[in-house]
Antibody, heavy 116, light 107 residues
């Protein structure tokens, strides 16, 4: 069964850091681009970053460029999002998503709250 | 900056047809995708490449495209279709874009 499971969310102070992880199973992880998408409370979806199957290509939304880093470990079937210099406006549910042109498989999400 | 524009809400009675639109200048050149999100759940892909339906998605969901507007049509709406619907595409730089979402209420 194809599955994605995020972890690592929590409460962090503004300016702090957090690392999200996503464990993938049920498919050949290295064959797929992977993406992080977030959703602030009561708001819409916001794409923030993607990474190619090999990890060679990465792309970021302007809102997180320079602060967030996407990475993957294909040997561990895992995707990561290192989030630094966190801001209150980064508060959201963060989804790990498989990207095969369309975002076809989503994890349940992990909540990140940035608050003093 | 480039945007995808959706109506904030639509209301429809059970058994009727709902149409949700998404407008964007680049849509004639780029594919659109649609996602359904129910409260407390992750989004689900329901339409890809303007009009293709993933396996397991009911036939009452369909997509179409005309110029700068793409549409999601739900024929014979059921109570379980009450959800938020998001269109998605990309801009010319490759950045992914989502519409603001449409809340569909089944009366």
């Amino acid at each position: 069964q194809v599955q994605l499971e995020e972890s690592g969310g929590g409460l962090v102070k503004p300016g702090g850091s957090l690392r999200l992880s996503c464990a993938a199973s049920g498919f050949i992880f290295s064959d797929y681009y992977m993406t992080w998408i977030r959703q602030a409370p009561g708001r819409g979806l916001e794409w923030i970053s993607y990474i190619s199957g090999s990890g060679d290509t990465r792309y970021y939304a302007d809102s997180v460029k320079g602060r967030f880093t996407i990475a993957r470990d294909n040997a561990k079937n895992s995707l990561y999002l290192q989030m630094n210099s966190l801001r209150v406006e980064d508060t959201a549910v963060y989804y790990c998503v498989r990207d095969l042109e369309a975002f076809d498989i989503w994890g349940p999400g992990t909540m990140v709250i940035v608050s003093s | 900056s480039y945007e995808l524009t959706q109506p904030p809400s639509v209301s429809v009675s059970p058994g009727q047809t709902a149409r949700i639109t998404c407008s964007g200048d680049a849509l004639p050149k780029l594919y659109a995708y649609w996602y359904q999100q129910k409260p407390g759940q992750a989004p689900v892909l329901i339409i890809y490449k303007d009009r293709e339906r993933p396996s397991g998605i009911p036939e009452r969901f369909s997509g179409s495209s005309s110029g700068t507007t793409v549409s999601l049509t739900i024929t014979g709406v059921q109570a379980e279709d009450e959800a938020d619907y998001y269109c998605q595409s990309a801009d010319r730089s490759g950045a992914v874009l989502f519409g603001g979402g449409t809340k569909m209420t089944v009366l």
